[in-house]
């Protein structure tokens, strides 16, 4: 059976994957980094802006499939440094309203590009 796969002119692919995916009712969202489309690098600046961006990017592929911050089911957070949790909560608690998805935050030593965040998300149609 043959992939059904999302892009979003809104994200960035920055290896051989697809922005999401689509596997009965789920829908598996890449990793985005904070990369802004229109320049297709990455955002410079501090967490709150980088995880913005990997927001936007994100929800541009939920829109390219369908879906809403509300069809959102779970969410895994990368940092490479934990000291910027605290910055990157309160970017995130404005994204979704409650019930929250259920989220992981991993620290991690590096990112693509030199990203500080990364950020990947389950939805359900």
Do not use: W
Request: hydrophobic letters at 40%.
């Amino acid at each position: 059976m043959s992939r059904k796969a999302f892009s979003a002119s809104g994200a960035v692919a920055v290896g051989p994957y697809s922005h999401a995916i689509e596997a009965g009712d789920l829908i598996f969202l890449s990793g985005q980094t904070p990369v802004d489309s229109q320049t297709g690098k990455l955002v410079e600046g501090d967490i709150v802006e980088q995880t913005n961006q990997c927001f936007k990017n994100l929800f541009n592929v939920l829109d390219a499939a369908g879906l809403t911050p509300d069809n959102v089911e779970k969410v895994n957070v990368f940092l490479t440094d934990m000291n910027n949790f605290t910055a990157m909560n309160e970017v995130y608690s404005k994204q979704f309203s409650e019930p929250y998805p259920a989220r992981t935050t991993i620290g991690v030593s590096s990112l693509p590009l030199g990203a500080q965040v990364e950020i990947e998300m389950i939805a359900r149609r």
